[in-house]
Structures are given as C-alpha cells and as structure tokens.
C-alpha cells in the first residue's frame, strides 16, 4: 500500500510539473513572437487599448 501512495505522488508531481513547464513554454514564446514582430516592423513596443478609459498603452509582460 505504500508503494501505491509514493507512486500516486510521484504521477502527481509529475504532471502538475509538465502542464507548468507547458505554461511558462507558451509564456516565454508569445513573448518571442512579439518580439519579433516588433523587430520586423521596427516598433518601439506593441500597443494595447485599454478598454475602461479607450486609451492606448505599451503592453506589458
């Protein structure tokens, strides 16, 4: 019975571990992606509006 509760851990771990490493991949290439648009296009930084007060912003990390 313990070896069935260290395995059920382990798979835990496991997996909670890949989907945050899948989360922070997908992070760090939007990230890449925008930046190379903004270095296609030669911008100073992508631009968002902000929806409450219609105002345009350099988009942040």
């Known amino acids: 019975m313990p070896q069935l509760i260290f395995y059920a851990l382990v798979g835990a771990v496991a997996y909670f571990g890949y989907r ?26 992508t631009l968002v509006k902000d929806p409450e007060t219609g105002e345009y912003r350099p988009a942040r990390d």
């Open 20 to 45: 945050a490493f899948l989360r922070e991949a997908e992070r760090v290439s939007s990230r890449m992606r925008r930046a190379e648009r903004e270095a296609e296009t030669r911008a100073a930084g």
